[in-house]
């Protein structure tokens, strides 16, 4: 158990993913659109959005990771790269949230750079932050650092099926708990 505080609920986050799903397969019919989720918080809510989305499509995957030292100038480093040629395709990048937004205006330049048709940017959560970049479809905002549903604390907690808030200091006891365990 933990006691991480819900912020979004699971039923809050069905509801919400399903609409954002509805509205994309109505603006995206004929396009074929190519979904591409951000490793590794975006696998829950890609997995969820997908099943929303019902006009015909593809998906894939790319793993990035900021340059240590130069974050500010939004160079990422890719990790994982896109598996397929995405010249003259409908991209709809899938990221879990916006913080900075210096990852996604790297990635959204790549893909254009590439040749596709287009590049959108669907979040699940963003925060309320000034962004580098705005998202074309967006679930929440937040302003507290949310693990669950994909997004983690030092790879912990993406299998909360909510969005919860995390406060290392009320997570101290609980983690000592589990390594108690664990030892
Ligand atoms: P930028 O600043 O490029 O960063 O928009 C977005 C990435 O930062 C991470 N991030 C978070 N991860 N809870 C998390 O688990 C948070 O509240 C949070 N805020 C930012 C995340 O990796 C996201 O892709
Ligand atoms: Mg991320």
Same mark, same amino acid.
Request: hydrophobic share 40%; net charge negative; glycine share 8%.
């Given at each position: 158990?933990?006691?991480? /505080?819900?912020?979004?609920?699971?039923?809050?986050?069905?509801?919400?993913?399903?609409?954002?799903? #509805?509205?994309?397969s109505?603006d995206?019919?004929?396009?074929n /659109?190519?979904?591409?989720? @951000? *490793?590794?918080?975006? +696998?829950?809510?890609?997995?969820?959005l *997908?099943? !929303? @989305?019902?006009i /015909? $499509? !593809?998906?894939? +995957?790319?793993?990035?990771s900021?340059?240590?030292?130069?974050?500010?100038?939004g160079?990422?480093?890719?990790n994982?790269?896109?598996?397929?040629?995405?010249?003259?395709?409908?991209?709809?990048i899938?990221?879990?949230?916006?913080?900075?937004g210096?990852?996604?205006t790297?990635? #959204?330049?790549?893909? %254009?750079?590439?040749?596709a048709?287009?590049?959108k940017?669907?979040?699940? *959560?963003e925060k309320?932050?000034?962004?580098?970049?705005?998202?074309? &479809? $967006?679930?929440?905002? $937040?302003?507290? +650092? @949310? @693990?669950?549903y994909?997004?983690? &604390?030092?790879?912990?907690y993406?299998?909360?099926?909510y969005?919860?808030?995390f406060? /290392?200091?009320? %997570?101290?006891?609980?983690?000592?708990?589990?390594?108690?365990? *664990?030892?």
């Amino acid at each position: 158990m933990n006691n991480i /505080p819900i912020l979004f609920s699971k039923e809050e986050i069905e509801d919400c993913v399903h609409k954002l799903g #509805k509205e994309i397969s109505r603006d995206y019919l004929g396009k074929n /659109p190519l979904f591409v989720g @951000v *490793l590794k918080g975006s +696998f829950v809510f890609m997995a969820d959005l *997908l099943r !929303s @989305v019902d006009i /015909p $499509c !593809s998906m894939d +995957f790319m793993a990035v990771s900021s340059y240590s030292g130069v974050k500010s100038t939004g160079s990422v480093k890719i990790n994982k790269d896109l598996s397929e040629d995405i010249a003259s395709r409908h991209i709809i990048i899938v990221e879990d949230i916006l913080d900075s937004g210096l990852t996604l205006t790297y990635l #959204k330049r790549l893909l %254009q750079a590439r040749g596709a048709a287009s590049v959108k940017v669907i979040t699940l *959560l963003e925060k309320e932050v000034d962004h580098a970049i705005k998202p074309d &479809y $967006c679930g929440f905002r $937040c302003n507290d +650092f @949310v @693990v669950g549903y994909g997004l983690d &604390y030092n790879e912990r907690y993406r299998n909360l099926p909510y969005i919860g808030v995390f406060n /290392p200091e009320a %997570q101290k006891e609980t983690l000592n708990g589990v390594n108690g365990i *664990l030892d």
